[in-house]
């Protein structure tokens, strides 16, 4: 986070080049042809991080960044500017230097005294594809577009992001107070045509309890709540906003 501050655009008191989204290559998936798989990037802003999908087998590194890089661990910034970057001594920690993306990390990192109320959300099918999103409630988060909080999707094929604007996000950070009538428009792409499938993944703050969570089907005219189960409907394949 102290990185992602000092960066910042338009807030950064030493640069002010990058939006403050960390992508971490996981290398979950093995090449088809000479293309990478997009979904093999794990996702962190100052909200927190989405985890990348397993490979085939169910190996690799499906763990969510969390606020500490390790040393000697690679990452890509998405920049807002031409212009520098800078990491430095300041923003080093003694500790937390466990989490790698070469191996599993079983170790939690220390929470942060920031008021939080997130909620991961998977999109699955009948393929071994899979994307995460998350949408939480943060102190310092507003409802617009916030660097350093949202974070834009990379574009995998297979693809679950809320939608602000024009900004097509895997992480969306939203304002406190939570209302309740809050409302998240979402999107997908999927390449395989089939039963598609939404599920929370895990919760933290008040949607532990008993704030609920519903999926508006708007092509059904239908409400699910996701904390009751997981919502499986028919898609076919592309990309889907309405």
Do not use: C
């Not at 338009?10 to 042809?33: A, D, R």
């Not at 039963?195 to 008040?206: E, P, Q, R």
């Amino acid at each position: 986070d102290a990185f992602i501050d000092a960066n910042l655009v338009g807030t950064g008191p030493i640069n002010q080049t990058i939006s403050g989204t960390l992508y971490f290559w996981t290398h979950n998936h093995t090449l088809t042809g000479n293309d990478y798989d997009g979904n093999d990037y794990a996702t962190y802003t100052k909200l927190g991080g989405t985890a990348a999908g397993a490979g085939p087998s169910g190996s690799g590194n499906t763990n969510p960044p969390t606020r500490y890089i390790a040393s000697g661990q690679g990452f890509f910034v998405d920049y807002e500017a031409d212009g520098f970057i800078t990491f430095n001594n300041t923003m080093r920690l003694g500790t937390n230097n466990t989490n790698f993306y070469k191996t599993a990390n079983s170790k939690t990192a220390k929470k942060s005294a920031v008021e939080t109320h997130r909620i991961w959300l998977n999109l699955t099918n009948s393929t071994v594809n899979f994307s995460q999103a998350l949408v939480g409630y943060q102190t310092d988060a507003t409802n617009d577009y916030d660097p350093g909080f949202d974070g834009r999707s990379y574009g995998g094929a297979h693809d679950l992001y809320s939608v602000l604007d024009a900004e097509i996000l895997t992480i969306q950070s939203r304002a406190l107070p939570f209302v309740n009538t809050d409302l998240i428009p979402l999107g997908y792409n999927v390449t395989v045509a089939g039963n598609t499938n939404i599920a929370i993944d895990h919760l933290d703050g008040i949607f532990l309890s008993t704030q609920g969570i519903y999926l508006e089907d708007k092509l059904l005219n239908t409400t699910h709540d996701l904390k009751a189960s997981s919502y499986t409907f028919y898609s076919d394949a592309g990309s889907f906003e309405e």
